[in-house]
């Protein structure tokens, strides 16, 4: 399903209102025809696969924005070049999740294998502040690292806003692989701030014209609740795996889901490397301290 946003910017609806393993995408109709990610739905993808897509671009590595690059054969596939190479490589996508930090190397092949995804060629990488020009359609690159190393969204006319995985859910942003950086994220969303768009098209909660400052702001602030109560939670020494029990990130979590668990640990762990940076908790063997 395609919502038209201007003469050549469509919005692509992805099934199962966009969530996990799809995502929204942008198709941009001109004289250059650029597919944005490619977990839109399997419909959406037989659409574009007989219609001679030029290029796709993936907004960062992760399995639900490029789980069918592999089937475009004749398009050249565009994404940053400190993502790229997770997306060319299974085994760099699951150093960049982390799982080998945490003797998890399986549970990440399982994970890899569930989700469908493959590794694709990355033709051409782009850069912040890059112009790419597809006709009548210009397209600015942002670099918003945080969520992964390579993030990027993507600002074209009448100030719409293609935010990826900057993407406004009460949940709040997503940093559960080794590869994130709370600092990085932060600074990605205050850029968003500054920018103020017009239009929001976030992968995973579509399009969004209302409150997008308060929107922006209030999903910044649950890195902040996030993190207070994990500093309350220090008030004693604890180890990475207690404060894992403690589901601060997730809030709840099935016993079963070992997945979940894992995504668990290492958004703490992330946690725990910025507060670490910022001097306000340090580590001593395997306990952490408030400072």
């Known amino acids: 399903m395609f919502q038209t946003l201007n003469n050549t910017i469509k919005f692509v609806e992805a099934p199962d209102r966009a969530r996990f393993p799809y995502a929204h995408s942008l198709f ?27 290029i796709i671009i993936n907004s960062h590595f992760h399995e639900d924005h490029i789980m069918n690059n592999h089937l ?8 940053h070049g ?24 399986h549970l990440g092949k399982l994970f890899y294998d569930w989700t469908g995804a493959k590794s694709s060629p990355v033709h051409h990488e782009i850069s912040h502040d890059q112009i790419l020009d597809f006709g009548k359609t210009k397209v600015q690159v942002l670099h918003t690292p945080g969520h992964t190393p390579g993030h990027c969204c993507f600002l074209m006319e009448d100030g719409i806003l293609f935010s990826s995985d900057i993407e406004l859910s ?14 990085d994220y932060i600074k990605s969303i205050k850029l968003c701030m500054e920018i103020n768009p017009s239009i929001i098209i976030s992968s995973h909660r579509g399009i969004i014209k209302e409150d997008i400052q308060k929107r922006l702001h209030n999903y910044l602030n649950i890195i902040y609740q996030k993190e ?4 309350s939670s220090l008030k004693q020494p604890m180890t990475l795996d207690q404060l894992t029990d403690l589901v601060i990130f997730y809030g709840e979590i099935k016993n079963y889901f070992r997945l979940f668990k894992m995504w668990e640990k290492m958004a703490i762990f992330v946690h725990l490397q910025r ?15 408030l400072k």
């Open 82 to 105: 400190l993502d790229a190479p997770a997306i060319r490589s299974e085994e760099i996508f699951a150093d960049y999740y982390g799982f080998s930090k945490f003797n998890e190397e």
């Open 72 to 79: 475009f054969s004749k398009a050249e596939i565009w994404a």
């Open 275 to 289: 507060l670490i940076g910022l001097d306000e908790v340090k580590q001593v063997d395997d306990y952490y301290y």
């Open 228 to 231: 207070e109560r994990l500093i």
């Open 170 to 183: 009460s949940f709040g942003p997503w940093y559960g692989h080794l590869c994130s950086n709370l600092d």
């Open 28 to 54: 941009i109709d001109d004289e250059v025809q650029v597919l944005i990610d490619t977990s839109c739905g399997r419909t959406n993808i037989d659409y574009f696969l007989d219609h001679d897509i030029d």
